[in-house]
């Protein structure tokens, strides 16, 4: 607040004036916040699922204190300079929070201005979107209590879904997407691929298969100008906020009183849908069973490779299983938002390991020393090494022939002991997996970490790029071991990636959960 940095030149009692309006504005939002202000220009209301609801241009009231804008300067039109309200949208908005309420038995977040757009546009970067200080009190409270939202569901959920829904007069009876052509889905996309976008699973393909006239359709078509997605759809998607958002630009025929039930019901069930296809939101846990899920964080950042989406659409598939993701910042902060398991994937050793820096590795150290579990997945095995200088140190292994490691890609043969059979829940003695230029593991013999044990060793090899043969046959593919209080399982090749192993990585998981006592 820049009242405290004042000038020594400006008087006191001015000051003393904007530190009353301040307060004056605070009280006001906070009576907003509980609904108990008819006066309120923000509506909000906290929720308890992943699903955040914004409608910054419904309202219809006067900002005290402020004037209308006149927008010297800038252009109008469509997603430009623009004062007509999006008439319908803050009713639209709040029957859409009752209906997502009523189908999956939770409240959504909501947040929808009652401030009359000729004022204030949530929807602009702040030097477009108010010409006083009244209206800036107006629109700064706006995004303070909207990015509380959807940092809450970063922390709570570690993904999220936001619905920023608009109104327009181009086309009745259609309703037009705004994800910046998917980059403001981008998470969405990594995770389980364009379809979860633009197939018809997508929250586009569940409202057109309700009978709604969406565009761009196909829907891998490029999105209509000035309805592309504004401020709000691209500031608060992807990271620091894990969110996926989307713009919904509504005709007439959506939002004019007589249909706005239908329409609201019709968006709570294709929410609820991508809720449980997409936003790791099982049915039973959307109608409110609380059943204490394991918390499994998984990497996201720099030197992750595309083997990332595909492990989370393996994971995803198990219920007991909650997965979100983790930040380099994150780490760096030891915010583990309550994961027992780390996964570190497919990619870059060396990039994930120099992304993190010491200070994210040693936090890594300490997470696991303390009781947490750690799986790495090929670029992640190398990560959990003793035999570089970005590596964790977590796993007494070092990496055979390092100066080949660009061996090549394909399926190998393992072998797989009677211990492996029975902590990964595999029915043979010997699988084909699919292999992508993993470590060769053997021991580093560092008296500091605890032997290793061996799951799985080579039985055939890739010998390309100059590859010697004869180095992958019998090094260790599958390793585990402990970590002071904690657990360690690396895969050198690709479980995630061949079709029958997948659940491989669930047992790897709740293995790691465990304490070495057995406890959990």
Not at 229 to 239: A, D, F, H, L, W
Not at 330 to 354: C, E, F
Request: proline fraction near 6%; charged fraction near 25%; aromatic fraction near 8%.
């Amino acid at each position: 607040m820049d009242f405290l940095n004042r000038p020594a030149s400006q008087p006191l009692s001015k000051l003393v004036r904007r530190v009353v309006l301040l307060l004056l504005f605070s009280c006001a939002s906070s009576g907003t916040s509980q609904g108990q202000d008819e006066a309120a220009l923000i509506l909000h209301q906290a929720g308890e699922l992943p699903i955040v609801i914004s409608a910054p241009h419904g309202g219809n009231r006067e900002v005290p204190g402020s004037h209308p804008r006149t927008g010297e300067g800038q252009v109008a039109a469509p997603g430009k300079f623009g004062t007509a309200r999006d008439g319908g949208t803050e009713e639209l908005a709040q029957l859409v929070s009752k209906a997502v309420e009523a189908r999956f038995g939770k409240k959504p977040y909501l947040v929808a201005s009652r401030a009359h757009r000729r004022y204030v546009d949530p929807n602009r970067p702040a030097d477009a979107a108010f010409e006083d200080p009244a209206a800036e009190r107006v629109y700064r409270q706006y995004h303070d209590t909207l990015e509380g939202c959807c940092r809450t569901v970063r922390k709570e959920f570690g993904r999220g879904l936001l619905l920023d829904l608009h109104g327009q007069g181009s086309k009745a009876n259609t309703v037009f997407r705004g994800t910046q052509n998917g980059k403001t889905v981008a998470l969405l996309r990594e995770r389980f691929g364009e379809p979860a976008h633009s197939g018809p699973e997508s929250l586009t393909g569940l409202l057109k298969g309700r009978g709604w006239t969406m565009h761009p359709d196909p829907f891998e078509g490029r999105e209509q100008g000035g309805f592309t997605g504004g401020y709000i759809v691209q500031t608060y998607s992807g990271e620091p906020f894990g969110l996926d958002a989307i713009q919904l630009e509504f005709g007439n025929d959506y939002r004019k009183p007589d249909a706005r039930e239908q329409t609201a019901r019709d968006l709570a069930e294709a929410a609820f849908h991508f809720a449980g296809r997409y936003l790791d939101l099982a049915a039973n846990e959307a109608q409110g069973d609380k059943a204490n899920r394991l918390r499994v964080g998984v990497f996201r950042g720099e030197g992750t490779g595309p083997s990332r989406s595909t492990l989370l659409t393996a994971l995803a598939r198990e219920p007991r299983l909650k997965v979100f993701d983790l930040t380099v910042e994150d780490i760096r902060k030891g915010d583990w938002n309550g994961a027992r398991v780390l996964i570190h994937p497919g990619g870059s050793g060396g990039g994930q390991g120099r992304a993190l820096g010491e200070e994210g590795r040693e936090q890594i150290r300490r997470f696991v020393a303390d009781g947490g579990g750690y799986v790495g997945v090929c670029a992640g095995a190398y990560l959990a090494t003793c035999d570089y200088d970005w590596s964790l140190k977590i796993l007494d292994a070092k990496v055979l022939d390092r100066e080949h490691w660009a061996r090549g890609f394909g399926d190998v043969e393992l072998s797989v002991t009677p211990a492996a059979r029975t902590r990964l829940g595999l029915d043979r003695d010997q699988v084909t997996i699919y292999y992508h230029q993993g470590p060769l593991l053997a021991p580093a013999n560092d008296p500091a970490v605890p032997d290793y044990e061996g799951l799985a060793s080579f039985t055939s090899e890739i010998t390309k790029n100059g590859a010697p043969p004869g180095i992958m046959l019998g090094a260790t593919a599958i390793a585990a071991g402990e970590y002071h209080k904690g657990r360690v399982l690396c895969f050198s090749p690709h479980p995630e990636k061949t079709a029958g192993l997948e659940p491989l990585l669930t047992r790897a998981v709740l293995w790691t959960a465990e304490t070495p006592d057995g406890s959990r």
